[in-house]
T-cell receptor, first 110, second 115 residues
Framework: GIQVEQSPPDLILQEGANSTLRCNFSDSVNNLQWFHQNPWGQLINLFYIPSGTKQNGRLSATTVATERYSLLYISSSQTTDSGVYFCAVVITGGGNKLTFGTGTQLKVEL | GAGVSQSPSNKVTEKGKDVELRCDPISGHTALYWYRQSLGQGLEFLIYFQGNSAPDKSGLPSDRFSAERTGGSVSTLTIQRTQQEDSAVYLC?????????????FGPGTRLTVT
């Protein structure tokens, strides 16, 4: 089946720093979503981005489907950005079920 | 508007008992999905429903797991004869439709502990 790999697995930042999280996938996809799982376990939608670039405040994302990767940029990080970031993809021809990556655990310190 | 809701938020059960988990999707969403999150397996797909079509059950781990969706809205995930390896957070999601491919929104989950 499809492999969805995220890097780095863990990341510690000082407040105010910028970071880039990466999601690589091994097969053709029709959909890609980025989520933030907060400390209470809730999955919060960040981006629905099967291709192209989107921005939302301090966050932006880029997906290059032909090269099978997506990037999530966090600028001017805040302690509330802490948590786990997941990318999830829908495989072409695989229905609409999401296959999740293993996540990036982010901790932002003062 | 209201998001996806799930109940109960926590469930502790003894090995061998049956449990039912409930999901109420976002109003107007026709597609509903179940996933689970466990330490060993990460986040994995279980089953999804789209309108009146037959559900995609390809992710159910065993025949002890079943789900139904009544009236195209609320869904119940049932686990029979629970085992300790069933302990996980069960997440429900919904989307407007499942094709072409709409954004999925998740509920807060039900944490199931099998003792």
């Amino acid at each position: 089946g499809i492999q969805v790999e995220q890097s780095p697995p863990d990341l510690i930042l000082q407040e105010g720093a910028n970071s880039t999280l990466r999601c690589n996938f091994s097969d053709s996809v029709n959909n890609l979503q980025w989520f933030h799982q907060n400390p209470w376990g809730q999955l919060i939608n960040l981006f629905y981005i099967p291709s192209g670039t989107k921005q939302n405040g301090r966050l932006s994302a880029t997906t290059v489907a032909t090269e099978r990767y997506s990037l999530l940029y966090i600028s001017s990080s805040q302690t509330t950005d802490s948590g786990v970031y997941f990318c999830a993809v829908v495989i072409t021809g695989g229905g609409n079920k999401l296959t999740f990556g293993t996540g990036t655990q982010l901790k932002v310190e003062l | 508007g209201a998001g996806v809701s799930q109940s109960p938020s926590n469930k502790v059960t003894e090995k061998g008992k049956d449990v039912e988990l409930r999901c109420d999707p976002i109003s107007g969403h026709t597609a509903l999905y179940w996933y689970r999150q466990s330490l060993g397996q990460g986040l994995e797909f279980l089953i999804y429903f789209q309108g009146n079509s037959a559900p995609d059950k390809s992710g159910l781990p065993s025949d002890r797991f079943s789900a139904e969706r009544t009236g195209g809205s609320v869904s119940t995930l049932t686990i029979q004869r629970t085992q300790q390896e069933d302990s996980a957070v069960y997440l429900c999601a919904s989307s407007r439709e499942s094709t072409p491919y709409y954004e999925q929104y998740f509920g807060p989950g039900t944490r199931l502990t099998v003792t």
